[in-house]
């Protein structure tokens, strides 16, 4: 099972609230998941059609709470690659017009599909609870969240522009940043922000799923935590070798030409702690002698040696010019 029907199994089983929470969330998901089709003269049919069987339940429960009847409910196999069952949940007929009037897609007993209101209604939200109730209807019925594991990004589709917009305004009461876009003809509001997402899941009602999340994005944040200090530890360590090597050899050319013995006893006591400790660090070097000597001390003294070996390295190379200049001559 998918993070996403795992989700809404959560908000599916949430204790149905008082009947006003009910038709916001009832005419969230009648605006994206129900389909309305002419049966006559002034005769429609609402159809429910999901393939999350605790949403089907979820819309049968607060459809016999709110009109006293029984809906039907059939079970269909898909006949697409990735088989599975489709839940219908079909509207008794004597409640039809009863539905379309309280979700507000309609204002009087003429029902008109042109005139449907497929926006969202402010009458419908005049609450905090009905404005939940009616976000938690519409991830119900056209929302999916990815898994955390993988990224974060929580959507609503819609076929219809305007109610995209309206719950692009209604997510963002609540400072959300969602944000919407058109793909394929369909209209998407999304968030992808991991904190956003937390807070969007605890509108709704997901506390399940919310704490499932915030364990995840804490497991993340502490592996990329690990991740840099031990980058940092790394670039460190290959920083002291790179700088030990170069030390090194200036020493070693200072060794080369027997001046090491003639330098000050400080610039000799120090080169031959750093050919004894090739891996020490400046500190680690500046405790080794006697007395103790800082950080940067250590590397004024080191400097001074790698200058005079450099020095050396430059007669050395004029020599060399000379030399060769002579032969070129002769």
Do not use: W
Not at 43 to 67: G, P, Q, T, W
Not at 73 to 101: A, G
Not at 116 to 132: E, H, S, T
């Amino acid at each position: 099972m998918t993070f996403s029907s795992k989700c809404k199994d959560e908000l599916s089983r949430k204790n149905l609230e008082n009947s006003c929470c009910m038709v916001s969330e009832l005419a969230a998901l009648i605006r994206t998941t129900g389909y309305i089709s002419i049966k006559g003269y002034n005769k429609f049919d609402i159809e429910f059609v999901m393939e999350n069987a605790a949403v089907a339940r979820r819309i049968f429960k607060m459809i016999k709470h709110l009109y006293g009847s029984n809906s039907e409910i059939i079970v269909k196999r898909s006949n697409r690659l990735k088989k599975h069952n489709n839940y219908s949940v079909k509207v008794n007929d004597k409640d039809v017009k009863k539905i379309l009037k309280d979700t507000k897609l309609i204002e009087n007993d003429n029902i008109n599909i042109l005139e449907f209101n497929f926006g969202i209604p402010k009458n419908l939200i005049n609450n905090d609870y009905c404005k939940r109730a009616y976000i938690r209807g519409t991830f119900l019925g056209c929302g999916s969240i990815s898994d955390p594991e993988k990224s974060y990004h929580v959507e609503f589709v819609s076929n219809k522009k305007i109610h995209c917009t309206d719950l692009e305004k209604l997510i963002n009461v609540y400072d959300l940043g969602a944000k919407r876009i058109v793909r394929k003809d369909l209209y998407i509001t999304y968030l992808k922000d991991s904190e956003k997402i937390v807070d969007l899941l605890n509108v709704m009602g997901a506390y399940n799923s919310l704490l499932y999340i915030e364990n995840i994005r804490a497991i993340k944040e502490t592996r990329n935590n690990v991740n840099r200090v031990v980058n940092c530890e790394t670039a460190n360590l290959g920083k002291i070798v790179d700088t030990s090597i170069r030390q090194k050899n200036s020493i070693m050319v200072l060794q080369k030409h027997n001046v090491i013995n003639k330098l000050p006893d400080g610039l000799k006591e120090l080169a031959y702690l750093r050919l004894e400790n090739e891996d020490a660090s400046l500190k680690e070097l500046g405790e080794m002698l006697v007395p103790p000597l800082g950080k940067s001390g250590v590397n004024h003294r080191l400097k001074k040696i790698e200058k005079l070996a450099e020095d050396y390295l430059l007669k050395e190379d004029k020599t060399q010019n000379e030399i060769s200049s002579c032969k070129n001559k002769k």
